[in-house]
């Protein structure tokens, strides 16, 4: 459905179908954003190796630090587009595991390393949006990026389509949305009890959303045991059982 049949639905949940409303349509967008947005973070974000917006960063000769795009929530993986290199992706707390050498027996932090060559790994966390790339890249290269994202566009009003969003999931969107609706500072709205209920039933929800994906991102695993094959030819030999 789109925004505006979501809007009705809402009001129809809400019984706020009456005139004049309890909740303007301004307000119940502004409920429905976020809720949208609030979906995708307790769920960990929308896989993406494909959009430009969102995925491909240049590392430019000389300059230590990229923009990532702001709606990037994780970054799975990292790799040189010029020959598919996979380059270490880490943070500021495991960088002091990673070094560059040793001057007489001290080794060198990569984060204070000003070397220039062929970017090797890509450190986040250390400025929002920014990734610094060590060493420093001694020509521009291409990088594409496995992430988690939120989506590229809001909710804004009427008669949007939230493509990236599967329909089945549409409906939950009112759980959250009734939590903010609650929370309306009006004697005919205020009702903490209902709010945190409805909070309680979205965040179950993406819950078990994110279970669901989790298991769908597993790569597959193989168990190893002892045995004769089952056409009992020349053994015995490891069978191998996909799970």
Sequence with gaps: MNTTELLELFRADINDVALPNLWSDEE????????YMQFWRLVEGIGDMTSDEATLVVAAEGEEFSDLHPSI???REAHRVADARKLVVTNAQQ???????????????????????????AVIGLERNKVRW???PDQDYDV???VYRLPLEGITGDNQELEE???MHHIHLLKWMRSL???KQDAETFDRGKSAEAES???????????????????????????YPIDNGPGPYPRMVRW
């Design 28 to 35: 119940i967008f502004a409920y429905m954003s976020d809720a």
């Design 165 to 167: 969003l599967d329909a």
């Design 134 to 136: 060590c060493p420093v």
């Design 144 to 146: 594409r990026l496995l």
């Design 73 to 75: 929530l994780h970054i």
């Design 181 to 183: 609706a609650y929370q």
């Design 201 to 227: 039933r979205f965040r179950e929800y993406c819950g078990q959303v994110k279970r669901e994906w989790d298991r769908y991102r597993a790569k597959p695993g193989f168990t190893a045991y002892g045995g």
């Design 95 to 121: 960088l002091p595991l990673l070094t560059s050498g040793s001057d007489y027996g001290n080794t060198r932090s990569l984060l204070m390393d000003a070397t220039q060559g062929i970017p090797a790994v």
